[in-house]
């Protein structure tokens, strides 16, 4: 860019900045916030509830252990219900976010199999619209994938209830192949590996389609598939409130197409502020092992948190990642969830000391900024998940990818209930402080 061009812009930000007091005056909810750091509510679900703290007979905000519940079932005794199984079960978590009750084995049985059928990618899609335009971020890649999906439906924008259904449907079903296909692009065309393509099995359920995909037969385990479906499971939805669900009920409120919608959260969800967390929480950690070690003393840790929080260390942007959340306080459950899950894994994959080390740290961060901040902080769903990836073998490039595999459930069944019970498109005010020249 011209230099005078980047002069008047660097001019237009100086002057162009609003006080804070203003936002007092009109009170505008900054991020749609309250003063507390609670969230504004934007609407209404039966979905999902997200719990991080109550309110007393004040008024006043109590911190409370977080739960996460599902159509009204705590998430804890879902994911019991799935683990003990010794069944894979995030197509039935989908079953129960959508139509609100958990199947009986007839139902189960005939939503899989009208998932399975479409797992199959339009004829000519793979070659013309994935191996032959790699990208060197796979979100991205999937919202380009997505979008082009327009083309191949027969009525894409039909908006009734039941056509959104069916599109959400096929899309779940196919995002597998589009990120692990997408993937193995970007390996053979910008990194100069291999190509390797498997073909679609429509007999495995979505977890084990991922790694089989990735892959290919035999070269994955039973306890693989399992600990993937429960970490679907996991983050398949999170409440309407959630950036990349907010984005999508907004796109959608306009009755514009199901494909518009889910790509616009999709780049919400890419953000290092939330869904790409995971990769960002995972540099870090690798950066903080490799600063001190993994049989750092207490101090050393510490002092490695503070290097973090003083901008003198990592990103310099002073943020622990993987710590704090919106409306958890004491405790994220996908986090609770998944750190036992860490445990298993990290026996089954020899990094016990790995583990231990997140433990610590974990435990050690959090205790400092409870005493910095004076406010109660939990590790959240990233600090955990990304480890997870790591110790299961998991490309990089696909931490994210697999988040949206998993919550475009959770994006379509908020989609369909915003569209029967509101209709209404989603058109929040702003206020003009600007003044007015002559």
Request: charged share 25%; hydrophobic share 40%.
């Amino acid at each position: 860019m011209d230099n005078t061009i980047l002069k008047i812009f660097k001019k237009y930000v100086s002057e162009n900045k609003i006080p804070n007091e203003l936002y007092k005056k009109y009170n505008v909810k900054k991020g749609l916030r309250n003063e507390d750091g609670t969230g504004v509510l934007i609407g209404l679900t039966r979905i999902s509830d997200v719990v991080g703290y109550v309110r007393d007979e004040k008024g006043n905000k109590k911190d409370i252990p977080g739960e996460l519940y599902y159509r009204g079932i705590p998430l804890q005794t879902l994911y019991e219900k799935v683990s003990s199984s010794g069944d894979t079960g995030y197509e039935e978590i989908c079953f129960l976010l959508l139509f609100g009750y958990l199947p009986n084995e007839d139902e189960l049985k005939l939503f899989k199999k009208e998932l399975r059928c479409q797992y199959k990618l339009p004829e000519g899609y793979l070659a013309t619209n994935i191996l032959k335009a790699p990208s060197i971020n796979i979100m991205n890649k999937i919202q380009g994938a997505l979008l082009l999906l327009y083309s191949y439906d027969a009525n894409p924008d039909n908006c009734s209830i039941e056509n959104i259904l069916q599109q959400g449907l096929s899309i779940i079903a196919k995002l597998p192949a589009i990120m692990v296909y997408s993937y193995a692009a970007k390996k053979h065309l910008i990194n100069n590996q291999s190509l390797i393509i498997h073909p679609i099995r429509h007999d495995l359920c979505i977890a084990e389609s991922i790694l089989y995909l990735l892959r290919g037969e035999n070269n994955y385990t039973k306890e693989e598939v399992n600990i993937l479906d429960l970490l679907m499971i996991v983050q398949a939805d999170h409440g309407a409130g959630n950036n990349s669900t907010f984005a999508s009920l907004v796109v959608s409120s306009t009755d514009t197409d199901i494909y518009s919608s889910f790509t616009a959260a999709v780049g919400s969800l890419k953000g290092p502020k939330h869904g790409g967390a995971n990769i960002t929480c995972k540099h870090m950690m690798d950066e903080v092992i490799k600063e001190v070690g993994l049989d750092a003393t207490d101090d050393e840790i510490l002092n490695i948190v503070k290097r973090i929080l003083n901008k003198d260390f990592f990103d310099k942007k002073g943020l622990v990642y993987g710590l704090g959340h919106a409306v958890y306080t004491i405790s994220d459950p996908r986090c609770v969830l998944l750190k036992k899950q860490a445990i298993d894994v990290a026996k089954m994959t020899k990094k016990d000391d790995f583990f231990e080390f997140y433990k610590r740290f974990e435990d050690i961060a959090c205790n400092h900024i409870k005493e910095v901040k004076g406010i109660n902080i939990c590790a959240n769903v990233d600090f955990y998940s990304g480890f997870i990836f790591d110790m299961l073998k998991i490309p990089e490039d696909l931490y994210s990818p697999i988040f949206v595999a998993s919550r475009a459930v959770g994006w379509l069944a908020h989609n369909i209930e915003e569209k029967i019970n509101s209709g209404r498109i989603i058109r929040p005010a702003g206020q003009y402080v600007g003044g007015i020249k002559e």
